[in-house]
C-alpha cells in the first residue's frame, strides 16, 4: 500500500496564489483483500450448506432404514417363535404398509439425489411433447383428493378453460405438482384448504397452487428454491425433508422454458406461482400422445408424499 502526498497551486477569484494539498492511498491491496474474504465467506457459506444437508442427509436416510430393519427383525422374531400366525391380518397388514411406506420414502430421497446429479452434470432428461395441461394437472389433483381429505384438509381444483395442450413433459409436471401439494399439506393445518388453479392466456399458461398454512417469513422466502434449504431447522420440527425438493422443482419449470415464484404471508398461508410458455411443437412424433408412465400416477402420490406424517 502507498501513501501520497501532493501539493496543487490554484489561482483564486482575485488571482491570488493558493495551494491545495490532498493526499491519495492506493487501495489495490485492500480490494483484494476485501475479495478474497467475500470469495472466502461464500465458500464457507457453501461448505456450511453441504455439511447442513450431508447431516440432514444422514438422518433421512437413517430414520426409514431404522423402521424397516425394526419391523424385520420383528417379523423373523415371530417366525422363529413359530408365532407368525398369531400376528393377525391387521396387524400385519399394518407392519407391511409400514415397511413400504418407509420403502417408498426412501426411494424418493435417491430419486430427488439422481435428479440434481444428472440436472448438475447436464444429462437430465425431458421428453417434451404437446400435452393438454389440463388434464395432466386436475387428473393429479383427483389422485390425491382423497389422501389430503383424509388430513381433514380440503382440496379445490379450477381453471378458465377445460382444455390447452402446451409444449411440456407430463412426468416432469406430475411431479413439480405433487410436491408443491405435498409441500401444502406439511404445512396446512387441520380443516385447512389447497387451492389448485390454471389460468391460460396468450401466451403463457399459469398455474397456482396455495395454501391456509402456516406462511412463510419474509426472512426466508428468498432462500426456498435454494439447494438444501428447510423453511424449519428446528429440532422441533414436525415434518421431515430433505430441503431438495423445492429446487428440483424449480429446475423441472426452468427446463420446459418456464419460472416460478411465490407469494407468502406469515400465519396467512403460501401460494406458488408457475408460469409456463403456451406453446407447442411441430417435431413430437405424436400430437396428442397416450404413452403410460411406467411409475401410475398414484403410485407416485405414494412416493411423493411418503415423509408426511408427525415426528
Same mark, same amino acid.
Given at each position: 500500500?502507498?501513501?501520497?502526498?501532493?501539493?496543487?497551486?490554484?489561482?483564486?477569484?482575485?488571482?491570488?496564489?493558493?495551494?491545495?494539498?490532498?493526499?491519495?492511498?492506493?487501495?489495490?491491496? &485492500?480490494?483484494?483483500?476485501?475479495?478474497?474474504?467475500?470469495?472466502?465467506?461464500?465458500?464457507?457459506?457453501?461448505?456450511?450448506?453441504?455439511?447442513?444437508?450431508?447431516?440432514?442427509?444422514?438422518?433421512?436416510?437413517?430414520?426409514?432404514?431404522?423402521?424397516?430393519?425394526?419391523?424385520?427383525?420383528?417379523? *423373523?422374531?415371530?417366525?422363529?417363535?413359530?408365532?407368525?400366525?398369531? *400376528?393377525?391380518?391387521?396387524?400385519?397388514?399394518?407392519?407391511?404398509?409400514?415397511?413400504?411406506?418407509?420403502?417408498?420414502?426412501?426411494?424418493?430421497l435417491v &430419486?430427488?439425489?439422481?435428479?440434481?446429479?444428472?440436472?448438475?452434470?447436464?444429462?437430465?432428461?425431458?421428453?417434451?411433447?404437446?400435452?393438454?395441461?389440463?388434464?395432466?394437472?386436475?387428473?393429479?389433483?383427483?389422485?390425491?383428493?382423497?389422501?389430503?381429505?383424509?388430513?381433514?384438509?380440503?382440496?379445490?381444483?379450477?381453471?378458465?378453460?377445460?382444455?390447452?395442450?402446451?409444449?411440456?413433459?407430463?412426468?416432469?409436471?406430475?411431479?413439480?405438482?405433487?410436491?408443491?401439494?405435498?409441500?401444502?399439506?406439511?404445512?396446512?393445518?387441520?380443516?385447512?384448504?389447497?387451492?389448485?388453479?390454471?389460468?391460460?392466456?396468450?401466451?403463457?399458461?399459469?398455474?397456482?397452487?396455495?395454501?391456509?398454512?402456516?406462511?412463510?417469513?419474509?426472512?426466508?422466502?428468498?432462500?426456498?428454491?435454494?439447494?438444501?434449504?428447510?423453511?424449519?431447522?428446528?429440532?422441533?420440527?414436525?415434518?421431515?425433508?430433505?430441503?431438495?425438493?423445492?429446487?428440483?422443482v424449480k429446475?423441472?419449470?426452468?427446463?420446459?422454458?418456464?419460472?416460478?415464484?411465490?407469494?407468502?404471508?406469515e400465519g396467512?398461508?403460501?401460494?406458488?406461482?408457475?408460469?409456463?410458455?403456451?406453446?407447442?411443437?411441430?417435431?413430437?412424433?405424436?400430437?396428442?400422445?397416450?404413452?403410460?408412465?411406467?411409475?401410475?400416477?398414484?403410485?407416485?402420490?405414494?412416493?411423493?408424499?411418503?415423509?408426511?406424517?408427525?415426528?
Amino acid at each position: 500500500m502507498w501513501l501520497y502526498v501532493f501539493k496543487v497551486a490554484a489561482l483564486d477569484e482575485n488571482e491570488n496564489v493558493k495551494y491545495i494539498f490532498g493526499m491519495a492511498k492506493d487501495i489495490t491491496r &485492500d480490494k483484494k483483500i476485501k475479495a478474497r474474504r467475500r470469495v472466502e465467506e461464500k465458500e464457507n457459506e457453501i461448505e456450511n450448506l453441504r455439511n447442513e444437508f450431508f447431516a440432514n442427509i444422514s438422518h433421512e436416510f437413517k430414520t426409514p432404514l431404522n423402521i424397516i430393519l425394526g419391523t424385520i427383525q420383528l417379523l *423373523i422374531k415371530y417366525n422363529e417363535n413359530n408365532k407368525i400366525c398369531e *400376528i393377525g391380518e391387521d396387524k400385519l397388514n399394518y407392519y407391511m404398509s409400514t415397511m413400504k411406506q418407509n420403502s417408498y420414502r426412501l426411494l424418493r430421497l435417491v &430419486d430427488n439425489l439422481i435428479d440434481i446429479t444428472e440436472i448438475d452434470t447436464g444429462y437430465y432428461d425431458v421428453n417434451l411433447e404437446n400435452k393438454n395441461i389440463i388434464s395432466i394437472i386436475e387428473e393429479v389433483v383427483i389422485s390425491v383428493a382423497s389422501y389430503v381429505e383424509g388430513k381433514d384438509i380440503s382440496i379445490v381444483f379450477d381453471t378458465n378453460k377445460e382444455e390447452k395442450f402446451i409444449c411440456c413433459d407430463s412426468d416432469k409436471i406430475e411431479k413439480i405438482i405433487l410436491n408443491l401439494i405435498s409441500n401444502a399439506i406439511k404445512y396446512t393445518h387441520e380443516d385447512g384448504k389447497i387451492e389448485v388453479n390454471i389460468d391460460v392466456a396468450e401466451d403463457n399458461v399459469y398455474i397456482y397452487v396455495k395454501d391456509n398454512g402456516i406462511g412463510i417469513s419474509k426472512q426466508k422466502i428468498s432462500t426456498i428454491f435454494d439447494r438444501f434449504v428447510q423453511i424449519d431447522k428446528s429440532l422441533t420440527r414436525k415434518q421431515e425433508g430433505s430441503g431438495i425438493g423445492l429446487s428440483i422443482v424449480k429446475e423441472l419449470v426452468e427446463i420446459q422454458g418456464g419460472s416460478i415464484g411465490v407469494r407468502s404471508e406469515e400465519g396467512k398461508g403460501t401460494e406458488f406461482v408457475i408460469t409456463l410458455p403456451a406453446k407447442t411443437i411441430d417435431y413430437c412424433p405424436n400430437k396428442v400422445s397416450n404413452k403410460k408412465n411406467e411409475i401410475n400416477i398414484l403410485e407416485k402420490c405414494d412416493i411423493e408424499f411418503s415423509d408426511i406424517y408427525s415426528i
